[in-house]
C-alpha cells in the first residue's frame, strides 16, 4: 500500500492527501515534521535528504516534492481527468503548479507563520504586512485568470487547482485585509464544495 510521510496541518501534506482521496487510494499515513519531528533523522533523511515533508513511497518508487507527488498520483490514476492527456492543456496545469511553488506561496508563508505559528512576542507585523501586500499580488494574477477560466486548468477541476487550494482557504482563513478578488471567490466556491478539500484542507490553521 501506498505510504505517506508528513504531518496533516502542512499545506504541502494536504495537497497529497486532497488528490489520495479524488482519487480514491487506499494508503497509510506516518505523522512526520513540525512537532512530531523525525524528518532530520536518517532513516527520514535517506527518503528526502531535504527533510521536507510530504513524502511518499509507492512501490520501489520514493518522490518528494508536493506539487510531482500530485502529477504522479493524477497521472497514474486519473489520466484524462484530472491529468490532461492533451500535452498543451497538461503544460498550462504545470505552469500554473510551478507557480505555485515559485511565486504564490512566497506571501503566504511570512504571513501564516507570523500570525499563527509564532508568539505574539516572536511577530514582526511589518514583515506580515509587506509578504501580505506581495501574496495580495499574486492573487490578483490569478483573479485575473479564473475571469476567464472556470477553473485553473480551463474548464474542468484538474491536478492545477490542488496545490492553490490549501493557500486559498489560508488566505480566506487568515486575520488579514483582503482585496474583493470576485472570480477568485468564485472559484474558491467551487472548490470548497468538494468533500475531499473540505475533509483533508478546511481543516483550521495551526
Ligand atoms: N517544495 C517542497 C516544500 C516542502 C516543505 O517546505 N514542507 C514543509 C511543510 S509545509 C516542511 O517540511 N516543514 C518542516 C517541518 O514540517 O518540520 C514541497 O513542495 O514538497
Not at 18 to 30: N, S, T
Not at 95 to 114: I, K, N, R, S, Y
Request: glycine share 8%; proline share 5%.
Amino acid at each position: 500500500m501506498l505510504q505517506l510521510k508528513g504531518r496533516i496541518n502542512s499545506s504541502n501534506v494536504m495537497k497529497a492527501l486532497w488528490v489520495l482521496e479524488e482519487i480514491g487510494l487506499d494508503y497509510e499515513r506516518e505523522d512526520v515534521g513540525g512537532a512530531f519531528g523525525k524528518n532530520h533523522e536518517a532513516p527520514y533523511l535517506n527518503l528526502n535528504p531535504n527533510g521536507r515533508i510530504p513524502t511518499i513511497i509507492d512501490g520501489d518508487l520514493v518522490l518528494w516534492e508536493s506539487n510531482s507527488v500530485v502529477r504522479y498520483l493524477a497521472a497514474t490514476h486519473s489520466a484524462g481527468t484530472l491529468w490532461p492527456t492533451d500535452p498543451a492543456a497538461r503544460a498550462r496545469c504545470d505552469m500554473w503548479m510551478d507557480w505555485q511553488l515559485t511565486e504564490l506561496v512566497h506571501g503566504m508563508v511570512p504571513v501564516f507563520h507570523g500570525l499563527i505559528r509564532k508568539t505574539p512576542e516572536e511577530r514582526d507585523m511589518d514583515a506580515i504586512a509587506a509578504a501580505r501586500d506581495d501574496w495580495a499580488g499574486k492573487w490578483r494574477i490569478l483573479d485575473d485568470h479564473l475571469s476567464r477560466n472556470t477553473y485553473i486548468g480551463g474548464d474542468t477541476f484538474t491536478m492545477a487547482d490542488i496545490p492553490i487550494g490549501p493557500l486559498a482557504y489560508r488566505w480566506y482563513e487568515l486575520p488579514i485585509e483582503r482585496e474583493d478578488f470576485t472570480h477568485l471567490h468564485r472559484w474558491y466556491d467551487l472548490i470548497c464544495t468538494r468533500p475531499a478539500f473540505q475533509k483533508h484542507c478546511m481543516t483550521g490553521l495551526s
